[in-house]
């Protein structure tokens, strides 16, 4: 471990993967796809995957769960810049993937994703004095955060005229603004100092209580569901198509 100039340190993390689970197997409580994704399903491509068998996880490192939650929230802020650019180029927005999005949002990054970093984490650097004024400026951008998705929820179902999409599009503006570096500081800073924080037993012990309430609230294939739905709001709003972002050189 060395020390950089900016009071951070330089970590190399054996990090573990944990594989994908093939398909959908039935619903998961509180993440069951809305009745607008499952008709788009099946009068759509989509064609239902055979059930597989359950694969057991393997362990999943503290940081690499909560990177790999921030892929979630990343794809989410670009269905919001896709809202932001219907919105200014005035074609049709449809209410309903922008609201599940915001619905994710609530459910799984804020409820559950940032209230593990503010009931294990933060606290932990906190009491060890170190990176203390980094974790009060995302204790407040975590609040800030569930305010804008209060405001999104409220907005998207109201009038689709142009007016009117203005708050929606300011609010929206401002969630992506506020996340993009809230989220890489974590992944580049607070993250890989986490180790230096716990101890070796803690650590892993952080990753089975990070399993075990995302079982908790999602289901035994939570994430898996999570992201299948997420891939729905992007199918819906016709920016799945990983090819499309290429540029043209």
Do not use: C
């Amino acid at each position: 471990m060395t020390n950089q100039p900016d009071g951070t340190a330089d970590f190399r993390l054996g990090l573990t993967r944990r594989g994908f689970v093939s398909g959908l197997a039935g619903t998961s409580a509180g993440v069951l796809a809305p009745a607008w994704v499952l008709d788009a399903q099946r009068g759509g491509s989509h064609q239902p995957r055979p059930a597989q068998p359950h694969e057991e996880d393997e362990d999943v490192a503290p940081p690499e769960d909560l990177m790999r939650e921030h892929g979630v929230l990343n794809r989410l802020l670009l269905v919001y810049e896709e809202a932001i650019r219907r919105i200014d180029a005035k074609q049709e927005l449809p209410p309903e993937p922008l609201r599940d999005a915001a619905s994710i949002i609530r459910t799984f990054v804020e409820d559950y994703h940032e209230k593990l970093e503010e009931d294990h984490l933060f606290p932990r650097f906190e009491k060890a004095g170190r990176l203390a004024d980094l974790t009060k400026v995302l204790r407040a951008q975590h609040q800030a955060g569930r305010q804008l998705t209060d405001e999104v929820t409220h907005l998207v179902m109201q009038s689709p005229k142009d007016a009117s999409r203005e708050p929606l599009k300011n609010a929206l503006r401002q969630f992506n603004r506020m996340y993009r570096p809230h989220e890489a500081r974590e992944d580049t800073v607070l993250f890989p100092a986490l180790r230096s924080v716990v101890s070796k037993h803690e650590f892993g012990a952080l990753g089975e209580d990070f399993e075990k309430k995302e079982h908790q609230l999602f289901g035994e294939d939570g994430f898996e569901h999570i992201v299948e739905r997420v891939a729905s709001i992007e199918k819906a709003l016709g920016i799945y198509d990983l090819a499309q972002f290429t540029p043209r050189l």
